[in-house]
């Protein structure tokens, strides 16, 4: 089982260009999740799938962030314009499931991808 | 607002002592996970507790959930320097029904210097 494998591992970009993270969760995993992770705000949730179909996007900070799952073996992460303040560590993290409605198995992140905005 | 709090922020301890991680969080909850973050990677799970547990063993780790003082603790016995890493406590909210987020805080640094 290679994990959940994300893309690129580092991405530095200028203000105002877009930028696109990828991720591959393991396979026959149900659950997807997109977290952000900065030393100010810790770990944040962006937006989760399940099954393909994005469940909750409260998270995502604004209209420049778009994600999508367009099979069970692929998810991007899209931030168009991107801006400094985009600046952090990108997570996806897959799971089995829940059982009941409630997590029963837990999350498998992948290494991240550290976005740079300047 | 922050659901988990970890406490303390970081802790430096010698090889072979023990090391003791907080965790308070608000709401009700349906389960509570610990989870361990190496520099620059992603989190690795170490152990769930359910809310209608009190305490559970992995090898080294213990973890007990008080859910009447909505707090979880975790026990590193024996610590190595390998166990140098942040340690985070996420929370699973009960919302009566409606499906709740896992919740992270923003965890405990931890050193153990050989």
């Known amino acids: 089982d290679a994990g959940v494998i994300q893309s690129p591992r580092h991405e530095v970009t200028e203000m105002g260009q877009e930028v696109t993270l990828r991720c591959k969760p393991i396979s026959g995993h149900d659950y997807l999740f997109w977290y952000r992770q900065t030393m100010m705000r810790g770990l944040e949730l962006l937006i989760y799938?399940?099954?393909?179909?994005?469940?909750?996007d409260s998270g995502m900070p604004e209209d420049r962030f778009s994600a999508k799952m367009p099979n069970a073996s692929f998810s991007t992460l899209k931030i168009q314009p991107s801006e400094p303040r985009d600046s952090a560590v990108y997570f996806c993290a897959s799971s089995l499931g829940r059982a009941g409605g409630v997590y029963n198995s837990p999350l498998h992140f992948g290494n991240g991808t550290r976005l740079t905005v300047t | 607002s922050q659901q988990g709090e970890e406490d303390p922020q970081a802790l430096s301890i010698q090889e072979g002592e023990n090391a003791t991680m907080n965790c308070s969080y608000k709401t009700s909850i349906n389960n509570l996970q610990w989870y361990r973050q190496n520099s620059g990677r992603g989190l690795v799970h170490l152990i769930l507790?359910?809310?209608?547990?009190r305490e559970k063993h992995s090898g080294r780790l213990r973890v007990t959930l008080d859910t009447s003082k909505k707090s979880s603790s975790l026990l590193i016995t024996a610590s190595r320097a390998a166990d140098t890493a942040s340690y985070f406590c996420a929370t699973e909210p009960n919302y009566g029904g409606s499906q709740g987020n896992l919740i992270f805080g923003k965890g405990t640094k931890l050193s153990v210097k050989p």
């Open positions: 799938f399940n099954n393909n179909v994005p469940i909750d």
């Open positions: 507790i359910r809310s209608n547990e």
